[in-house]
């Protein structure tokens, strides 16, 4: 097997909290690694000087590859669409449903690639995908083949909707499935590719779509096949107030209970958005280790709100970090949704309830946000949740972290460029999150070059943009 040696870093952030006693963070360290796992990490003076392939990492933060738990990439056809740009979700979904309509398998598999080239030129190797619509003979099959060439570690979420507008659900007719097709299939793609050995790339999750679009049976057959395979189940929750009253209307309880009726917690299971999760919803989550893909740039963007993230993270529910679909976040940056991660957290704390003082002159006055100490997210909690979170999320025990006998999915990031004067002198951890977000110098998956000096290696990026831009008109009518 071939070797691959970073060589000599400015700083190789581990985040690995299994060793208390060892620094999580190297000052002018290596790493080698032997095939597609780290053989040895620590002070460059310590560490062979030759291998293979030799990265001169000077002057360069390395990280955990990036971990992306939520996402639609075929979404990346339908970005800035003038009809929906200002609608929050349920408008938004209603605008978009008939266009997606008109997917075909070669609008999957080069919106994949496009989707997964945004991904690794931010620094993430690892990334899941919730397709949940399957028009005109598309097959998650077409999405997994184009992660495999493009070389990204994969978990491909097979989506579904079963409920159209006729029986009250949200899609229109013309998008949903026959409920027993859809399990035979995800059978059919768990047994085809789902692989559980160390530094599987590819993972299959059974992931109908949400509570507005699927029955309660098939939530419950979902749940029950997924565990006779021993696999992940996944679906959105409590994403808005829209989302929140359809439950309790439709089933007369909260998103938390319905996942509980039905279920749909355990550390199995991870759900999207939770943005209107309640304490109870918390409090459930955290004892059964129930997951949460955390998305804000598309929770603002979809003005849906502010997920209690600090919360969760207290109460020790698992969270990881999504871009969430191409079409409500309008980009594909790991980095970025790291750093609005963070800065939605102190927004949030700032807006927290208005409260009434007594000022000096013995008037009562109301106080909106102010006097709270300093905020609690910081930029590492940030990155943690793009790493070891997503990780956790994922259920995956051999990436989001740096040691040795983990899998060899890096980021590097030059910290001599203009983003970054004057921050990483100070800080160069603090600087990933809270200067400009970089695009990846070098992105390794499985101890493959990925992406060299700002390039990605594995496909050809002008011809794939230009095809998918033509897609995207076609898919769209010219809009």
């Given at each position: 097997m071939?070797?691959?040696?970073?060589?000599?870093?400015?700083?190789?952030?581990?985040?690995?909290?299994?060793?208390?006693?060892?620094?999580?963070?190297?000052?002018?360290?290596?790493?080698?690694?032997?095939?597609?796992?780290i053989?040895a990490?620590?002070?460059?003076?310590?560490?062979?000087q030759?291998?293979?392939?030799?990265?001169?990492a000077?002057?360069?933060?390395?990280?955990?590859?990036?971990?992306?738990?939520?996402?639609?990439?075929?979404?990346?056809?339908?970005?800035a669409?003038?009809?929906v740009?200002?609608?929050?979700?349920?408008?938004?979904?209603?605008?978009?449903y008939?266009?997606?309509?008109?997917?075909?398998p070669?609008?999957?598999?080069v919106?994949?690639?496009?989707?997964?080239?945004?991904?690794?030129?931010?620094?993430?190797?690892?990334?899941?995908?919730?397709?949940?619509?399957?028009?005109?003979?598309?097959?998650?099959?077409?999405?997994i083949?184009?992660?495999?060439q493009i070389?990204?570690?994969f978990?491909?979420?097979r989506g579904?909707?079963?409920?159209?507008?006729?029986?009250?659900?949200?899609?229109?007719?013309?998008?949903v499935?026959?409920?027993?097709?859809?399990?035979?299939?995800t059978?059919?793609l768990?047994?085809?590719?789902?692989?559980?050995?160390?530094?599987?790339?590819?993972?299959v999750?059974?992931?109908?779509?949400?509570p507005?679009?699927?029955?309660?049976d098939?939530?419950?057959?979902?749940?029950?096949?997924a565990?006779?395979?021993?696999?992940?189940?996944?679906?959105?929750?409590?994403e808005?107030?829209?989302?929140?009253a359809?439950?309790?209307?439709?089933?007369?309880?909260?998103?938390t209970?319905?996942?509980?009726?039905?279920?749909?917690?355990?550390?199995?299971?991870?759900?999207?958005?939770?943005?209107?999760?309640?304490?109870?919803?918390?409090?459930?989550?955290?004892?059964?280790?129930?997951?949460?893909?955390?998305c804000?740039?598309?929770?603002?963007?979809?003005?849906?709100?502010?997920?209690?993230?600090?919360q969760?993270?207290?109460?020790?529910?698992?969270?990881?970090?999504?871009?969430?679909?191409?079409?409500?976040?309008?980009a594909?940056?790991?980095?970025?949704?790291?750093?609005?991660?963070?800065?939605?957290?102190?927004?949030?704390r700032?807006?927290?309830?208005?409260e009434?003082?007594?000022?000096?002159?013995?008037?009562k006055?109301?106080?909106?946000?102010?006097?709270?100490?300093?905020?609690?997210?910081?930029?590492?909690?940030?990155?943690?949740m793009?790493?070891?979170?997503?990780a956790?999320?994922?259920?995956?025990?051999?990436?989001?972290?740096?040691?040795?006998?983990?899998?060899?999915?890096?980021?590097?990031f030059?910290?001599?460029?203009?983003a970054?004067?004057?921050?990483?002198?100070?800080?160069?951890?603090?600087?990933?999150?809270?200067?400009?977000?970089?695009?990846?110098?070098?992105?390794?998956?499985?101890?493959?070059?990925?992406?060299?000096?700002?390039?990605?290696?594995?496909?050809?990026?002008?011809?794939?943009?230009e095809?998918?831009?033509r897609?995207?008109?076609?898919?769209?009518?010219g809009?």
């Amino acid at each position: 097997m071939n070797t691959l040696l970073i060589h000599n870093a400015r700083c190789i952030a581990t985040f690995d909290h299994a060793s208390p006693q060892l620094a999580h963070e190297l000052r002018d360290a290596s790493i080698l690694v032997h095939g597609h796992r780290i053989e040895a990490i620590g002070p460059a003076a310590d560490l062979p000087q030759t291998a293979d392939e030799v990265i001169d990492a000077r002057g360069h933060l390395v990280t955990p590859g990036l971990i992306n738990t939520h996402h639609h990439m075929t979404q990346s056809l339908t970005r800035a669409i003038p009809q929906v740009q200002n609608a929050e979700l349920f408008g938004w979904l209603r605008g978009l449903y008939p266009i997606w309509a008109g997917l075909t398998p070669e609008m999957v598999r080069v919106s994949t690639q496009v989707a997964m080239a945004e991904l690794l030129l931010s620094g993430c190797t690892t990334s899941s995908d919730h397709l949940y619509i399957y028009p005109n003979g598309v097959r998650l099959d077409d999405s997994i083949e184009a992660a495999q060439q493009i070389g990204m570690r994969f978990v491909a979420s097979r989506g579904s909707m079963s409920v159209g507008q006729s029986q009250g659900g949200l899609p229109p007719d013309a998008v949903v499935e026959n409920e027993d097709f859809i399990l035979k299939d995800t059978q059919r793609l768990i047994e085809t590719w789902h692989d559980k050995a160390h530094g599987a790339m590819v993972n299959v999750a059974v992931a109908p779509c949400s509570p507005f679009s699927v029955s309660q049976d098939l939530m419950r057959q979902s749940a029950l096949l997924a565990r006779s395979y021993g696999v992940r189940l996944h679906t959105h929750l409590a994403e808005n107030d829209h989302d929140l009253a359809y439950t309790q209307e439709k089933f007369k309880c909260t998103p938390t209970q319905y996942a509980q009726d039905l279920g749909w917690l355990g550390a199995d299971v991870w759900h999207a958005h939770c943005v209107k999760l309640d304490v109870e919803g918390i409090s459930l989550f955290a004892a059964t280790r129930t997951g949460v893909a955390h998305c804000p740039c598309s929770n603002m963007r979809l003005s849906s709100g502010i997920a209690p993230i600090r919360q969760m993270l207290d109460a020790g529910v698992p969270v990881g970090l999504g871009v969430d679909g191409s079409a409500s976040n309008d980009a594909a940056h790991m980095v970025n949704e790291a750093r609005q991660a963070l800065l939605l957290a102190r927004v949030g704390r700032a807006m927290q309830a208005p409260e009434v003082r007594t000022d000096a002159a013995g008037r009562k006055r109301t106080f909106f946000g102010c006097d709270l100490g300093p905020a609690e997210m910081t930029a590492r909690d940030a990155l943690s949740m793009a790493t070891r979170g997503g990780a956790q999320v994922l259920g995956r025990s051999d990436i989001g972290h740096l040691a040795v006998g983990m899998c060899a999915d890096l980021a590097l990031f030059n910290l001599n460029t203009l983003a970054f004067a004057g921050g990483a002198v100070h800080d160069p951890v603090g600087a990933l999150v809270l200067c400009a977000s970089p695009q990846a110098a070098y992105t390794v998956v499985h101890g493959r070059v990925v992406v060299r000096q700002g390039q990605l290696t594995t496909v050809e990026l002008g011809p794939l943009i230009e095809r998918h831009n033509r897609l995207a008109l076609t898919l769209t009518g010219g809009v």
